[in-house]
């Protein structure tokens, strides 16, 4: 199957996981932060050329070449395929020389819920707000109006500035940074994630330690 940018995120969250806890029930919840698991019932389509492998193969070949990497609207962004729950025999189409096979499956998904903190890298600044991008997604905004109080925009530097007790505070292009998920905009275009960045233990990662 395609490796996206996000799946290899995905199983690299399961190994350290696996490093370093046995419970089944924790390694559950851990590789699922961030995550989450939707089911979904479609009839995918098997081409001639995966009949060469089993049923179970070509639908995990072929779920994945049509989810992987795809934004479903109110769902999330598909990572990849978890598990193939239930199937139904396979049907042929008149003209058609692939078969459809209906089925039930849940795919990972990312879905950042409300209240959710989040941690990021900043991508760039403007007057509006602060573009943030993850490892595996880069649709995020902070708008000005979600920062912290007495935070400015700085043209010559590009950055915000928070002025805290008569200390400049910067939050430059590029620095981790800890936010908060307020929420899920889905349109034609796919997902963005608002966020805001105003309460104590938020903005720079560097500034809490």
Known sequence: MARTKSYVQFRSRQREVDKYVDDERIKYTLYFA???????QDAIRLNPDTFNLTQNEALHQEVNRKYANKVIPNVGLCIALY???????GEVKNGDG?????????????????GEILVGWISSCTPEGINVRMEFFDDIFLPK??????????????AWVWNVNEMDLFLDTNEKLRFRVESNEYSKDGLK??????????GLISWWL
């Open 34 to 40: 961030m995550f989450t698991l939707s089911t979904i």
């Open 83 to 89: 598990d193939v729950i239930k199937t139904e025999d």
């Open 98 to 114: 692939a078969i459809f096979v209906k089925c039930e499956f849940r795919l990972i998904v990312f879905s950042a819920f409300r």
């Open 145 to 158: 109006h979600m920062l912290f109080p007495n935070a400015q925009f700085v043209a010559k530097e590009q």
């Open 193 to 202: 994630i608002v966020g805001s960045c105003a309460e104590e233990g938020l």
